[in-house]
């Protein structure tokens, strides 16, 4: 039943393993990283712009303050001025 072509045929299989007729096996590991690169990017942008809205909110509150207090007549306006723009230099 078994000639000489089913034997050399069957004998790579044998030797080599289920890679022996074509290229290595696709790299499965690469999925779970692929997965955690995704969702480690998610989440630093997620960090990156929430820091960033929290620093500009307390800017903005400063503004608020200090508006607040010009308006008040508790401080002149070259005072304003000079405190506003230490509040912009920071962003």
């Known amino acids: ?4 072509t089913t034997t050399v ?3 790579p299989m044998e ?6 007729w074509g290229a ?4 499965f590991f690469l999925i779970p990283l692929f ?6 990017s998610i ?3 997620l960090f990156l712009t929430r820091r960033r809205r929290r620093r500009l909110c307390a800017t903005q509150s400063g503004e608020r303050a200090l508006a607040e207090r010009f308006a ?4 002149d306006e070259d005072e304003f001025r000079q405190r506003r723009d230490v509040l912009h230099e920071r962003r």
């Open 1 to 4: 039943m078994f000639n000489l």
């Open 9 to 11: 045929a069957a004998a």
């Open 15 to 20: 030797v080599l393993g289920p890679f022996a």
């Open 24 to 27: 290595p096996p696709f790299p």
């Open 35 to 40: 997965w955690l690169l995704i969702f480690g």
């Open 43 to 45: 989440v630093t942008a």
């Open 72 to 75: 008040a007549g508790d401080i």
